[in-house]
Nanobody, 124 residues
């Protein structure tokens, strides 16, 4: 079992920045691909970005490319999401998730561990 706890959400004005963190505990964090997903009110959960087990490969949804950066520190069992140039449409609950193995995926059903989510609100 892997427990994931997100932090760093909050209220920010459009154009601002936030850094989300996801701390993992329990079974080994290393060797697992990690992803960030988000869900806005009335919408389905959507893929934001993912990183493979080593950090050598990443993938982003088109709407955040060039603005968001995913990274991980395996020594600290933590994955990060740096969000810059935030827009009101980025407002959502952001979830951290882990796969059972190392290749990244954009599909929510392929992630078996999920955090409780952290709210990000971007005002215009």
């Amino acid at each position: 079992q892997v427990q994931l706890v997100e932090s760093g959400g909050g209220l920010v004005q459009a154009g601002g920045s936030l850094r989300l963190s996801c701390a993992a505990s329990g079974r080994t964090f290393n060797g697992k691909a990690m992803g960030w997903f988000r869900q806005a009110p009335g919408k389905e959960r959507e893929f934001v970005c993912a990183i493979n087990w080593s950090g050598s490969s990443t993938n982003y949804v088109d709407s955040v490319k060039g603005r968001f950066t995913i990274s991980r520190d395996n020594a600290k069992n933590t994955v990060y999401l740096q969000m810059n140039s935030l827009k009101p449409e980025d407002t959502a609950v952001y979830y951290c998730a882990a796969r059972s193995w190392g290749a990244l995926s954009t599909t929510p059903s392929e992630y078996i561990y999920w955090g409780q989510g952290t709210q990000v609100t971007v005002s215009s």
